[in-house]
């Protein structure tokens, strides 16, 4: 009896053991709260003062930076993360054994390697150790899912420490309008209307003012004849983060390119086997390369580009009553002839 007993104890002893182990092992393996995540990407094709770009994450804020090849400081920004999005994310990366990933991935033998977009590094930092997964060349096939899906909430993060306020916006977009040829010629009272962000594209922003010009027409006309009335005009504004990517005054005036917009149409295909679209046909032909596989919107865009250099502004389909398919693309004026030799009709 007091043999069976000894064991019993001593199975006991073990087993808590063995607990303590595992507990000690599932501790030394999870990301902290108080660790420092971040986010190193390197090497890519790109603009010098962008060639470094590295996030930290800390208990507190995000701190993104661009360096150039000198590994010189470009351009910082810092915005706050609340409690509830740290949380989170120290909750992903263990969800997702972050801590148990490889050291390095990179294609396979007779994988096709991804060009010029250079190396990913996401390292997690604590007071016993540092983990450093590397991603070389950086393309999403490369990774597993578990890593993808920490990389994915990184650059979601990364966005919205990029992304400036609604009134960095109208600072942006107000001072690029006074310093552009229309307004600095002759333009006053600039009135701001309204603001919109993009619900597909959260980076990408509208803003719509007014203002007035005490003479017709746009740009500078200081070697022009022009006629002195005060004239009231409107200018949209999309910007993409920080950057203005297009300005248009009254819908008729390019402010960018400093020239009159052309017209617009909508030109209607005939229906064809939804399968086998030319554009579908091109692409399986290998006429070209997508990083990931392309969305029929992205490759119309490309065939049309690329084949007959026009420029798909909108495109739509809808599957007819023979279940083929008919689309519709928004282009400009002058491809209409081209088009409609390829058997499109004006909608």
């Known amino acids: 009896m007091k043999k069976l007993l000894t064991i019993l104890l001593l199975a006991l002893f073990l087993i808590g053991a063995g607990c303590t182990e595992t507990q000690d092992d599932t501790y030394k393996n999870a990301v902290s709260d108080d660790s420092v995540i971040v986010r190193l990407s390197y090497g890519a094709f790109t603009l010098p003062e962008m060639a470094v770009q590295k996030m930290v994450i800390n208990s507190t804020a995000i701190n993104f930076s661009y360096y150039n090849y000198q590994d010189e400081l470009t351009a910082r920004y810092v915005k706050s993360i609340d409690k509830k999005t740290r949380e989170d994310l120290i909750a992903l990366f263990n969800n997702n054994d972050f801590m148990e990933l490889d050291e390095l991935y990179e294609p396979e033998d007779g994988v096709p390697i991804v060009a010029d977009t250079g190396v990913l590094e996401i390292q997690v930092m604590q007071s016993d150790t540092t983990k450093i997964v590397k991603v070389d060349p950086y393309a999403s096939q490369y990774m597993p899912e578990n890593l993808n899906e920490i990389n994915d909430e990184l650059i979601r993060l990364r966005q919205y420490v990029l992304a400036p306020t609604e009134d960095e916006l109208k600072d942006i977009a107000s001072e690029w309008i006074m310093e552009a040829p229309t307004y600095s010629y002759d333009g006053s009272d600039l009135e701001f209307v309204d603001y ?24 500078n006309r200081s070697e022009q004849i022009v006629t002195q009335v005060i004239t009231e005009h409107s200018i949209e504004v999309m910007l993409y983060n920080r950057n203005v990517i297009s300005a248009t005054i009254d819908g008729v005036w390019d402010e960018i390119n400093q020239e009159m917009l052309e017209k617009t149409v909508t030109m209607a295909s005939e229906e064809m086997n939804c399968n086998e679209t030319p554009w579908q046909i091109w692409y399986a032909e290998g006429n070209i390369n997508f990083f990931t596989e392309p ?3 992205e490759l119309m865009i490309a065939y049309f ?8 502004l909108e495109m739509s389909s809808e599957i007819t009553g023979n279940e083929k398919c008919q689309y519709t693309i928004k282009i400009k004026e002058s491809a209409v002839e081209t088009l409609s030799e390829l058997g499109w009709q004006e909608n």
């Open 196 to 219: 919109n962000v993009s619900p597909e594209n959260p980076a990408q922003s509208t803003l719509n003012y007014t203002f007035t010009s005490t003479h017709g027409g746009y740009g």
């Open 305 to 312: 580009g690329t084949e007959y250099n026009i420029e798909v």
């Open 295 to 297: 969305t029929e919107e």
